[in-house]
């Protein structure tokens, strides 16, 4: 199994970015994917996840700003970060997991997931 996270890089507040996640290597037509951030001296944290039949899920800081999608024939996942804060200047991770509970709670719970990106640098100022 591999995710190979791109697309971070330093940006000004209000700017925008497109995170992409490459998967391959497992279920993936039943696999539930999602991102999650780190921030030094914080713990891993959810903010985006999107089920095997399309729903989503976001962190409440992110809704109406961040925007999960994936294209299949491609295998990626994908982060559209709009309106960029501070705040949101973390490690960005992409993850693939079987579905288990429903996707709000696999967000709180990042044990629940099964496979792990080596992340990608968001930077914001």
């Known amino acids: 199994v591999q995710l190979v996270e791109s697309g971070g890089e330093p940006v000004q507040a209000g700017g925008s970015l497109r995170l992409s996640c490459e998967g391959s290597g497992y279920d993936k037509p039943n696999y539930c994917m999602g991102w999650y951030r780190q921030a030094p001296g914080k713990e891993r944290e959810g903010v985006a996840a999107?089920?095997?039949?399309?729903?989503?899920s976001y962190k409440d800081s992110v809704k109406g700003r961040f925007t999960i999608s994936q294209d299949n024939t491609k295998n990626t996942l994908y982060l559209q970060m709009n309106d960029l804060k501070p705040e949101d200047t973390a490690m960005y991770f992409c993850?693939?997991?079987?579905?288990?509970?429903?996707?709000?709670?696999?967000?709180?719970?990042?044990?629940?997931?099964?496979?792990w990106g080596q992340g990608t640098q968001v930077t914001v100022s």
């Open positions: 993850a693939s997991g079987p579905p288990t509970g429903t996707l709000a709670t696999m967000l709180r719970k990042p044990q629940l997931w099964l496979n």
């Open positions: 999107i089920d095997t039949d399309g729903s989503t």
